[in-house]
């Protein structure tokens, strides 16, 4: 892969164009992260609003009807609830893997049952979320969909 | 070697044929002659089995926090089906309603173990999956770190 950057003072934006010989999974995903590179929503801590880049978060909670986008090191609030957020970062490698949790797919470590038939994941930094067994298919779906990406 | 995905394939192929050729040799000659004596347990039987998906379609879409208390209503709900159409079919000879948990029991453990195994199987493909993810993603980063 070949990196060209070039500085243009009057582009008002960053562009990037993609130059490949054949399209193959390898470009289409490349393609696909850059595309999703900047997408951000908004969230609240404290008061204060914060754009949330859509890579760096976790995961996204609903509890009591309320809605918490998390990151590696924080925790945010958003007015949105689960399922708008959803509709948002349909696009994106986000699942959802209980009718109270979307989960970045990047930073799923496992998953696994439990004794009584219950379900979690284990994420990159240790943390362990709920999974329900309703979702399972979807789940296995949006990894089989992601599979080519 | 025989995989058991091609068993399952062909369990599976097999029954269904069971219930195609079930149905056509039960209810087309009924239709043609219309005797519906013979045909009528099994259109009974597929009405109720009819209900019994669509009421499970319901409670697999509605999130129970507890797998084992979805197992018990879908069980509940299962007897339920099954007692109300063999008290209008009159399926069950007046005595012998136990026989009604001693034929959905044992059928409904049979289908909750093949539920079990196909989670299990599910879970597994899932985990594969984030293994070679997870791959593609240190060895991006490791390119990036080496580039920069």
Same mark, same amino acid.
């Given at each position: 892969?070949? *990196?060209?950057?070039?500085?243009?003072?009057?582009?008002? &934006?960053?562009? +990037?164009? *993609?130059?490949?010989?054949?399209?193959?999974?390898? *470009?289409?995903?490349?393609?696909?992260?850059? &595309?999703?590179?900047?997408?951000?929503?908004?969230?609240?801590?404290?008061?204060?609003?914060?754009?949330?880049?859509?890579?760096?978060?976790?995961?996204?909670?609903?509890?009591?009807?309320?809605?918490?986008? =998390?990151?590696? &090191?924080?925790?945010?609030?958003?007015?949105?609830?689960?399922?708008?957020?959803?509709?948002?970062?349909?696009?994106?490698?986000? +699942?959802? +893997?209980?009718?109270?949790?979307? *989960?970045?797919?990047?930073?799923?470590?496992?998953?696994?049952?439990?004794?009584?038939?219950?379900? &979690?994941?284990?994420?990159?930094?240790?943390?362990?979320?709920?999974?329900?067994?309703? =979702?399972?298919?979807?789940?296995?779906?949006?990894?089989?969909?992601?599979?080519?990406? | 070697? @025989?995989?058991?995905?091609? #068993?399952?394939?062909?369990?599976?192929? !097999? #029954?269904? /044929?069971?219930?195609?050729?079930?149905?056509?040799?039960?209810?087309?000659?009924? /239709?043609?002659?219309? $005797? !519906?004596?013979?045909?009528?347990?099994?259109?009974? %039987?597929?009405?109720?089995?009819?209900? %019994?998906?669509? /009421?499970?379609?319901?409670?697999?879409?509605?999130? %129970?926090?507890?797998? %084992?208390?979805?197992?018990? #209503?879908?069980?509940?709900?299962?007897?339920?089906?099954?007692?109300?159409?063999?008290?209008?079919?009159? !399926?069950?000879?007046?005595?012998?309603? !136990?026989?009604?948990?001693?034929?959905? @029991?044992?059928?409904? #453990?049979?289908?909750?173990? /093949?539920?079990?195994?196909?989670?299990?199987?599910?879970?597994?493909? @899932? $985990?594969?999956? @984030?293994?070679?993810?997870?791959?593609?993603? $240190?060895?991006?980063?490791?390119?990036?770190?080496?580039?920069?």
């Amino acid at each position: 892969l070949k *990196v060209i950057k070039k500085q243009i003072e009057s582009q008002s &934006e960053i562009e +990037v164009e *993609v130059r490949y010989a054949k399209m193959d999974s390898t *470009v289409h995903g490349l393609i696909k992260r850059i &595309e999703h590179f900047g997408r951000s929503i908004y969230g609240t801590d404290n008061g204060r609003q914060y754009k949330i880049q859509v890579g760096d978060i976790y995961y996204i909670e609903s509890v009591d009807k309320k809605t918490f986008i =998390y990151t590696k &090191e924080a925790v945010f609030r958003s007015e949105l609830r689960l399922y708008q957020l959803f509709e948002i970062l349909k696009e994106t490698d986000f +699942v959802q +893997v209980s009718k109270f949790c979307i *989960v970045n797919m990047d930073v799923m470590e496992s998953i696994r049952t439990l004794p009584g038939s219950r379900m &979690e994941s284990t994420l990159i930094n240790g943390e362990k979320i709920n999974v329900s067994r309703t =979702y399972l298919s979807e789940i296995k779906a949006a990894f089989i969909a992601k599979e080519d990406d | 070697m @025989i995989s058991l995905n091609r #068993i399952k394939e062909f369990i599976k192929k !097999w #029954i269904m /044929l069971f219930g195609l050729v079930s149905v056509s040799i039960t209810v087309i000659p009924a /239709l043609i002659s219309g $005797n !519906w004596e013979f045909a009528s347990t099994f259109v009974q %039987i597929m009405f109720a089995l009819l209900v %019994i998906c669509l /009421l499970q379609l319901f409670t697999d879409k509605i999130s %129970i926090r507890t797998p %084992i208390l979805k197992y018990l #209503i879908d069980l509940g709900m299962t007897l339920s089906v099954v007692s109300f159409f063999g008290w209008i079919f009159k !399926w069950f000879e007046p005595g012998y309603v !136990w026989m009604m948990f001693v034929m959905v @029991i044992p059928s409904y #453990i049979v289908g909750a173990f /093949l539920d079990l195994v196909k989670v299990k199987k599910d879970v597994d493909f @899932i $985990n594969k999956q @984030i293994t070679i993810r997870r791959k593609k993603i $240190n060895a991006d980063l490791g390119k990036n770190q080496n580039e920069s």
